[in-house]
C-alpha cells in the first residue's frame, strides 16, 4: 500500500450532489439558495432528506419560520446559476429567479416554487432540525419527487446521463463519469 497522508479534513464524504433550495417568506415572495450538497436520510419509508444550511443565510429563518422547502437538482450545466445563487442574499432584496433566469414553477404540497430548469425537484416538510457543529440540519420528509419526462429511460426509469448531476469536490466541480456494472 502506498504512504497515507494525513489532512485537515474538509467535506470528507463524497460525491453528493449540490442543490438549489427555495423557500418563501410570510408575503409569499420565493429564494433560492446554493448548497455544495445534499443527502438522503431516510431512503424508501419514509424518504427524508438532509440540508445542512449556515444560520447566516436569509434562507435559514425562512426554513425554520415556513417549515418548508423544496430541493432541487441542477445539471453541471447550470454551473453559473448554481454560483450566482450561491454568492449573494435574498436578504439584500434580490429576486434570483429573476437575476439568473430560473423559472418558478408551483409545488402541489408546499408553497415555495420548484424550479423549472432542474431535472429533478422535491417537494419536502421539515420534519426534523438540529445544530450540527458549523451548520444546522434541516431534514426534510419528501411529499413528492418529480422528473423531467425526457431525463427517463424507456422503461421509465431515471436515465442518470440525461440527469447530469452537478457534483462539488475537491478541486472543483464535477460531472459523474461512466456506470461500471448494470444493476440499478
Ligand atoms: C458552490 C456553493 C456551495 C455552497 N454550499 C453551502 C452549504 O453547504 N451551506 C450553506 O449554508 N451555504 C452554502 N453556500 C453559500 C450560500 O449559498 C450563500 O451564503 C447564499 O448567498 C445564501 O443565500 P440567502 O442568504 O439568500 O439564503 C454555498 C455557496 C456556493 C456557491
Not at 159 to 172: A, E, F, N, Q, V
Amino acid at each position: 500500500m502506498e504512504k497515507k497522508v494525513e489532512r485537515k479534513p474538509a467535506r470528507p464524504v463524497y460525491p453528493t450532489p449540490a442543490g438549489l433550495i427555495t423557500s418563501i417568506d410570510a408575503e409569499g415572495k420565493a429564494n433560492v439558495l446554493t448548497l455544495g450538497e445534499v443527502f438522503n436520510l431516510s431512503i424508501a419509508d419514509p424518504v427524508w432528506v438532509g440540508i445542512s444550511i449556515r444560520q447566516a443565510t436569509y434562507s435559514h429563518g425562512l426554513i425554520k419560520a415556513q417549515g418548508e422547502f423544496t430541493v432541487n437538482l441542477p445539471t453541471a450545466a447550470m454551473l453559473d446559476q448554481v454560483l450566482g445563487c450561491g454568492g449573494c442574499s435574498g436578504r439584500d432584496g434580490i429576486d434570483k429567479f429573476e437575476r439568473f433566469g430560473l423559472t418558478p414553477i408551483p409545488s402541489k404540497h408546499v408553497k415555495p416554487p420548484m424550479i423549472a430548469e432542474c431535472p429533478v425537484n422535491l417537494e419536502c416538510k421539515v420534519v426534523g432540525f438540529h445544530h450540527v457543529g458549523d451548520h444546522d440540519l434541516f431534514i426534510g420528509e419528501v411529499l413528492a419527487e418529480y422528473i423531467d419526462e425526457d431525463c427517463l429511460t424507456e422503461d421509465g426509469k431515471p436515465d442518470t446521463p440525461k440527469l447530469d448531476p452537478l457534483i462539488m469536490l475537491r478541486g472543483g466541480f464535477w460531472r459523474i463519469g461512466e456506470k461500471v456494472e448494470k444493476r440499478s
